[in-house]
């Protein structure tokens, strides 16, 4: 149920980010999972044109970490619900086969986007909108330390 942040190595991170203007350095969101054998992996959103399936999807999180630039690498706990919800929310949107939101349509709770994903777990689970100052938000929303800790998990510079 925590939250995962990043950029890729990927091109489309950069165009990510150019196009939308992003004034934050991540590009990609998901949710971290735990199956009933203990491996972890990341539940998120794709475009097919970026993807072998379309939408919603799971990723191991070694090959998930594998793809990611590390120094913008976040892993974000919700101060205010359950990491539990979260992540069973992710995995109903998962079995639903939920379709990528090439629209970016906040007010469309049948497709999603990654950033989409998350806001409307939060909403519809905690009643909390995130994002309500925002049309189009990005990834800076997750940067308020009123809802979000972020979790030291990834060592991002090398000791002396």
């Given amino acids: 149920g925590y939250i995962f942040l990043r950029k890729s190595y990927a091109i489309i991170s950069y165009i990510i980010l150019k196009q939308l203007n992003y ?14 054998t203990g491996n972890f992996y990341v539940i998120h959103s794709l475009a097919k044109i970026v993807s072998e399936a ?21 892993v974000l706990r919700f101060r205010l619900g359950a ?21 970016f349509d906040m007010n469309d709770s049948t497709r999603f986007n990654c950033l989409e994903l ?12 995130i994002a ?14 009123k809802y979000f800790n972020e979790i030291n998990f990834v060592q991002k510079k090398l000791p002396k």
Avoid at 132 to 145: D, G, L, R, V, Y
């Fill in 23 to 36: 004034s934050t350095n991540n590009s990609l969101c998901g949710i971290i999972s735990i199956d009933s």
């Fill in 54 to 74: 379309d939408g919603m999807q799971t990723c191991s999180l070694t090959k998930f970490m594998a793809d990611s630039r590390i120094e913008t690498v976040k």
């Fill in 83 to 103: 990491g539990k919800v979260i992540e069973q929310k992710a995995l109903y949107y998962l079995n639903e086969k939920i379709r990528f939101d090439n629209e």
């Fill in 118 to 129: 998350v806001i409307h777990i939060l909403k519809t689970a905690f009643g909390k909108d």
């Fill in 132 to 145: 309500k100052t925002n049309a189009k938000p990005n990834f800076s929303i997750f940067e308020n330390p």
